[in-house]
């Protein structure tokens, strides 16, 4: 028994959505540790006072924002022709799949990017320097 085309893209379009809003790396916002980059920042100006060390770990962190921020807008782009495809009655499956995969390759290379910065920051820092950059944010 086959399950109709219908109702096979209305949950195609349901499990896109979760997806799309729920799921995939930093897009949207940029957000480490559970804190704003800006946050982040602050954290590692005040912590860390060796200048030479404060000003590595700011660099990188600045050169994964740029790089993040770049990327935002690559999935933004990606996520908007994927949209359009699903507004369209006559996109066909094989159309999505595609369009799809670049948005998990770009989460990809987000998420791996995110790594990179943390195993960059955390060979840089102490213990304690760490435990308080990675804290959540307060309140």
């Not at 930093?26 to 957000?31: M, N």
């Not at 495809?85 to 770009?106: G, M, N, V, W």
């Amino acid at each position: 028994m086959s399950i109709p085309e219908s109702r096979e893209r209305g949950q195609a379009l349901i499990l896109l959505a979760m997806w799309l809003f729920f799921g995939g790396g930093a897009a949207s916002a940029l957000v480490v540790y559970d804190q704003p980059i800006s946050s982040m920042k602050k954290t590692v100006k005040r912590v860390i006072t060796d200048e030479r060390r404060k000003d590595a770990v700011l660099s990188a962190i600045s050169q994964w924002e740029w790089t993040q921020e770049r990327a935002n807008k690559k999935v933004s782009d990606a996520r908007d022709k994927l949209l359009e495809a699903l507004r369209r009655k006559d996109t066909p499956r094989s159309a999505l799949d595609p369009l799809l995969a670049q948005l998990d390759q770009a989460f990809l290379v987000m998420d791996w990017d995110f790594l990179n910065l943390r195993f960059r920051v955390k060979d840089q820092v102490t213990n304690v320097e760490w435990a308080e950059i990675a804290a959540p944010s307060r309140p």
